[in-house]
């Protein structure tokens, strides 16, 4: 891997940092990876189409059939899953560096556990209503988010207290969730369940647009904020004396982490695994002090198309939730690494 | 991540031995005082309203004829017993963990017992097991082989390190959640009981419950206090530790195995309580300091204290109805958690 860890610099503005060859070589890798996946996932289904004819229909050269189902029923699905795992993705690769700390994910800022106790609330509470179920989350996610982070807020915030304060209100939103869930009729307690699993099942055009302006805005943003961020992996009078605006950079970061997590979740459901292990892996294939932002939305949308291809074609009658084949593709992965790095380090 | 550990003051900084501290001894016979107050009103509160000498007489003295003693001989006697149990588990597993994680947000859940325990749960009602007393030993056998496997992960070539274990216990955990998950989308009656389960109460356990677990529960709390001395070593780095000629991997075994089963047999008879093994080693430390030979017994009694006391609330709060062990404790232990996260001096990263 020497060969690969030439640094090139990059410069954008008054923002510099230096890009390594193997992000470079892993980031090429990911995007033809997802790109192929992508176009099998299109392809197969109860009607099965060429990968030839997938390219020829997306580039508008499509029979009325072809038009049908790859435009209108499976390129929805897939775009949310291409969205949302580099949404996830990005998001966790933000707070893990935020937080300095490998395990912290959106979920410690409480994003997934407002997000699940709003959606959950109106499933219960109100009936089948199902247009207010992604607001519900998204309103859900950001409140909880902001209530952490005002709770955490003490002459500035700290990464420590911030996933400290997170965890304490998580509990309370998740045991509120637990306790909608006792109280609703099993019927009701079913269908929260679906959206608690994570889906892309049934994204359509109307979860998918505000996804993709979220993601078209909050990227860029997301790789600005990453040259502060490779300061802020040092002590905070460090990073002060490199001539940081500590809090200021602070609430960029989270409130990028916490608008895509929320834009994502509100689309799709609590995909959790998506934000903790992608970032970890990306880490650790391209190298370096903190997970790569660019190669995490790669993979984390490589990931998800990929769980979301297995669901259907695993089981094509009884849909797996999406959520369980990225547990299933990411944990032995996650854990591969894991006794690799033991093994290095011991000898 | 640094460790948890407060300084402890000047003695350290001079070379001069701490001197006992007189007050460790003062919060232990306080927090035992509190646990008996607690288990008064265990058997006291509830929808019907007994005065102590009438629970006083129920247990040592018991007349068939009194309507108390029916109520607390066999409804709130099993329940209280079941929750000094379960609250001295989870108190001395969270202040374990987190010695041995060096991590203060590690609870038990960590090493994947609620989610090992969870699948098994949803497995064993699955198979048609539909009593409480039936389930528990899915729910141990979940536990039991989910925080081996995750140990054993965690230590290949080389050791577990606080990283590893805490890393691997949250990936397993995560594919764990998303099995019980499927399984449940896939069929509401399994759900319906779960939901009961999971959201973690002492209510409708009879004493038949706390029986099974009793022997577990005690055996953790035997080989946790013999992994205390072996902890305050471990809490300076692994290196001093072995220096210092303790054998390291010999006393992370121990300490695993006390929390596996202490945490492992609560989780089963109650269900997942996530709050309890999170805050109590907090709220111990500031009466005791690091010292792990205190530090423990302390967790453990202010579990018991706590979770009593939670309960009691619950059946008070919403009467005549009833809101979960697991619910109030999160709803007025997180206000509480996050103040003194708040007051925390310094800046302490993870």
């Not at chain 1, 309370?172 to 099942?201: K, Q």
């Not at chain 2, 038949?208 to 780095?237: E, H, S």
């Amino acid at each position: 891997m020497t060969a690969l860890t030439t640094h090139r610099v990059v410069r954008f503005g008054r923002f510099c940092g230096t890009v390594s060859g193997r992000s470079l070589a892993v980031g090429t890798v990911g995007l033809l990876g997802t790109a192929a996946v992508t176009v099998l996932s299109i392809s197969r289904g109860s009607f099965t189409i060429a990968p030839a004819d997938v390219l020829r229909t997306l580039l508008g050269h499509g029979t009325a059939a072809q038009d049908l189902v790859v435009l209108d029923l499976r390129l929805p699905r897939i775009l949310a899953a291409l969205l949302v795992g580099a949404a996830l993705a990005v998001s966790g690769a933000l707070t893990q560096t935020f937080a300095r700390n490998p395990l912290a994910t959106p979920d410690v800022l409480g994003v997934t556990n407002g997000a699940s106790l709003g959606a959950v609330a109106v499933i219960v509470l109100a009936g089948p209503a199902v247009r207010t179920v992604p607001l519900a989350a998204l309103a859900g996610g950001l409140s909880a988010a902001a209530l952490v982070y005002l709770l955490a807020w003490r002459r500035g915030v700290d990464g420590f207290r911030l996933v400290l304060v997170g965890i304490g209100v998580g509990e309370v939103l998740t045991a509120g969730v637990s306790w909608l869930l006792v109280r609703a009729e099993i019927v009701d307690a079913a269908r929260a369940t679906i959206w608690l699993n994570g889906s892309v099942a049934s994204a359509g055009w109307e979860q998918i647009r505000p996804l993709a302006l979220a993601l078209a805005a909050l990227l860029p943003l997301a790789v600005a904020t990453s040259f502060t961020l490779r300061a802020m992996q040092f002590d905070d009078d460090v990073v002060r004396s490199l001539g940081v605006r500590l809090q200021a950079a602070r609430l960029a970061v989270v409130l990028t982490a916490v608008a895509l997590a929320a834009a994502a979740v509100a689309a799709a459901g609590p995909i959790e695994f998506v934000a903790f292990v992608v970032p970890q892996i990306a880490l650790r294939l391209c190298g370096g002090s903190r997970p790569p932002l660019v190669v995490s939305a790669i993979l984390g949308a490589l990931l998800v198309t990929a769980a979301d291809l297995a669901a259907r074609v695993a089981l094509p009658q009884r849909e797996l939730p999406v959520g369980l084949i990225t547990a299933m593709i990411g944990t032995p992965y996650l854990l591969w690494l894991l006794v690799r790095a033991n093994r290095r380090t011991s000898a | 991540m640094t460790a948890p550990i407060r300084a402890t003051g000047t003695p350290d900084r001079t070379g001069v031995p701490a001197p006992a501290r007189p007050h460790r001894g003062a919060a232990l016979v306080a927090l035992a005082g509190a646990v008996a107050l607690a288990v008064v009103l265990s058997l006291a509160v509830g929808a019907q309203a007994l005065n102590p000498v009438a629970v006083w007489h129920a247990v040592l003295d018991p007349d068939p004829a009194a309507p108390a003693t029916a109520i607390v001989r066999e409804l709130r006697l099993p329940r209280t017993i079941l929750g000094l149990l379960t609250g001295l588990a989870l108190g001395a597993a969270g202040a374990l963990m987190q010695g041995h994680t060096r991590n203060p947000i590690a609870d038990p859940g960590l090493l994947g017992i609620s989610a090992g325990a969870s699948l098994a749960v949803v497995v064993g009602i699955q198979l048609g097991v539909g009593s409480l007393t039936g389930y528990i030993w899915f729910a141990f056998a979940g536990a039991l082989l989910t925080s081996v496997a995750v140990f054993a992960i965690a230590s290949a070539r080389g050791g577990p390190t606080p990283v590893t274990l805490a890393l691997a216990g949250l990936a397993i955990s995560a594919l764990f959640a998303s099995f019980t998950q499927s399984l449940l989308i896939a069929d509401a009656a399994s759900l319906n009981m779960f939901r009961f389960w999971v959201v973690g109460s002492l209510s409708g356990r009879d004493g038949q419950v706390a029986a099974q677990v009793a022997p577990f529960i005690a055996a953790g709390l035997l080989l946790a206090l013999v992994n205390a001395p072996a902890l305050n070593a471990l809490g300076l780095g692994e290196d001093v530790a072995r220096a210092l000629g303790q054998r390291v991997l010999a006393a992370r075994v121990l300490g695993v195995t006390a929390v596996v089963l202490l945490a492992g047999a609560a989780t089963a008879a109650c269900g997942p309580i996530g709050f309890l093994g999170l805050v109590v080693p907090h709220l111990a430390r500031r009466l005791t300091g690091p010292d792990h030979r205190w530090l423990i017994p302390c967790s453990a009694l202010a579990g018991a204290a706590l979770l009593l006391v939670a309960d009691v609330l619950g059946r008070v709060v919403v009467s005549p109805g009833e809101l979960q062990t697991g619910i109030v404790l999160a709803v007025f232990g997180a206000p509480f958690f996050i103040m003194l996260v708040r007051r925390r001096r310094g800046v302490v990263q993870l």
